[in-house]
């Protein structure tokens, strides 16, 4: 970098799981994936109802 090495300290720290004096490491690892679980679930229901949709939708 050019010297504002110190500006983005804190966001890759935060990056890296250390948030203040919490080291959130081990709960990122939750986070990830009950995070990608809920995308998951919400796309299959999406999914779903949009193919639920084109089946009762009338062709013209």
């Given amino acids: 970098m050019t010297g504002n090495e110190e500006n983005?300290?804190?966001l890759l720290a935060l990056h890296q799981g250390r948030?203040?004096?919490v080291n959130l490491e081990l709960i990122y690892v939750f986070l990830?994936?009950?995070g990608l679980l809920f995308l998951l679930a919400t796309g299959i229901i999406l999914?779903?109802?949009s193919r639920r949709r084109s089946k009762?939708?009338?062709k013209t």
């Fill in 47 to 49: 999914w779903l109802q």
């Fill in 19 to 21: 948030f203040g004096t």
């Fill in 56 to 58: 009762t939708k009338p």
């Fill in 8 to 10: 983005y300290l804190w």
């Fill in 32 to 34: 990830n994936g009950s």
